[in-house]
């Protein structure tokens, strides 16, 4: 497993574990507080121990889970024990803890059609599933929970990955999970989402934002400025196969 950080590849004032196992890469991020720092995603157990390294030079208090997916909570549980850390998610995903199945995926483009099917039969399997876990926050309408908490940020709903995806938004970044990705190197659209025209509306709202950063749940976290022509290029796509 290759893992980078902001100190072999700094991008802005971001800061984040970019893992990569088998060609396949998952991130996670750290966000500064004032009453304590911020673990958003915790990724699968084998990215446990590289983790658990990269996280003990912050104060970990909580957790942002940016959607229910293993990928993103496989170390969700173990790290709030160990952390005595609080798990933020949001409401509309607390069904999903454990039960990929409950929220079924659908390709976002033909290419990924083959792929989708993998991912729904590998999500329903025992060994893709996360340990569970009761998230103590749930979020909601609330845009302005995290200033409770000491944090210069506001979720932004983000749905269609999952029915409950949700971002942050701190200083420039949009931190997006899965609402977009970078999974292969570049700016992409993601593969999957359990509701596609939920997604088209998440990603006009990434447009709308236009912050300076995508730090995405997968890959390197990525200009918006490089990011743009790909997302108005979805959008008109969809906005063609519609007519």
């Given amino acids: 497993m290759k893992c980078i950080t902001e100190k072999e590849h700094s991008c802005g004032s971001i800061n984040y574990l970019c893992a990569s196992i088998g060609g396949s890469s998952m991130t996670c991020y750290v966000l500064r507080g004032k009453k304590g720092d911020m673990l958003i995603d915790t990724?699968?157990?084998?990215?446990?121990?590289?983790?658990?390294?990269?996280?003990?030079?912050?104060?970990?208090r909580y957790i942002l889970l940016t959607h229910a997916?293993?990928?993103?909570?496989?170390?969700a549980a173990r790290l709030r024990k160990e952390l005595n850390a609080e798990i933020f998610l949001s409401g509309r995903d607390r069904e999903l803890v454990g039960h990929f199945e409950r929220q079924p995926v659908k390709a976002t483009s033909p290419r990924y059609r083959v792929r989708n099917i993998q991912q729904n039969v590998c999500g329903r399997m025992r060994l893709f599933r996360s340990a569970p876990y009761t998230p103590d926050i749930l979020l909601g309408s609330d845009r302005n929970i995290l200033h409770e908490y000491g944090f210069d940020a506001e979720?932004?709903?983000l749905p269609g990955h999952t029915l409950g995806s949700v971002g942050v938004l701190s200083e420039g970044v949009l931190y997006c999970g899965d609402a977009f990705t970078a999974m292969w190197g570049k700016p992409d659209i993601t593969p999957h989402a359990a509701s596609p025209a939920a997604m088209v509306c998440s990603l006009e709202r990434i447009l709308e934002l236009s912050p300076e950063w995508l730090a995405t749940g997968h890959g390197l976290p990525v200009k918006m400025s490089e990011a743009r022509a790909?997302?108005?290029?979805?959008?008109?796509?969809?906005?063609?196969?519609?007519?």
Avoid at 53 to 60: A, K, L
């Fill in 69 to 75: 997916h293993t990928d993103h909570d496989g170390n």
């Fill in 43 to 60: 990724g699968i157990s084998l990215v446990y121990k590289s983790l658990r390294e990269y996280i003990s030079h912050y104060d970990i």
């Fill in 155 to 157: 979720t932004v709903p």
């Fill in 230 to 243: 790909v997302i108005r290029k979805y959008l008109l796509m969809h906005r063609h196969q519609l007519k």
